[in-house]
């Protein structure tokens, strides 16, 4: 079992720069790959950007690719998304999530393969 609970969203303006962090519970978080997709009102839930158990490979939707990154630190239990020229576009509920150590693939994009989230954090992007 692991427990998600994200922080960091708000309220900025077009150009600005977030930080979102994910707090994870339980001693096995380096075990898993971790992914963060957002939702906007009205709109499917995305996939944004993945990580893998050690850090050493990220992966990203061509629509953040260059602006966002993610990283990890596996001894503070941590995954962070570090979101800059943010656009109106961005505006979303974000969400962290846990994907199961039975999926083992190269798509990491695919929601239904993470079986933990957080409850998730607003981000707003004014124009």
């Known amino acids: 079992q692991v427990q998600l609970v994200e922080s960091g969203g708000g309220l900025v303006q077009a150009g600005g720069s977030l930080r979102l962090s994910c707090a994870a519970s339980?001693?096995?978080?380096?075990?898993?790959?971790m992914g963060w997709f957002r939702q906007a009102p009205g709109k499917e839930r995305e996939f944004v950007a993945a990580?893998?158990?050690?850090?050493?490979?990220?992966y990203y939707a061509d629509s953040v690719k260059g602006r966002f990154t993610i990283s990890r630190d596996n001894a503070k239990n941590t995954v962070y998304l570090q979101m800059n020229s943010l656009k109106p576009e961005d505006t979303a509920v974000y969400y962290c999530?846990?994907?199961?150590?039975?999926?083992?693939?190269?798509?990491?994009?695919?929601?239904?393969?993470?079986?933990?989230w957080g409850q998730g954090t607003q981000v707003t992007v004014s124009s």
């Open positions: 999530a846990a994907r199961l150590t039975y999926y083992s693939g190269s798509d990491y994009s695919r929601h239904g393969e993470y079986g933990y």
């Open positions: 990580i893998n158990w050690s850090g050493g490979s990220t």
């Open positions: 339980g001693r096995t978080f380096s075990s898993y790959a």
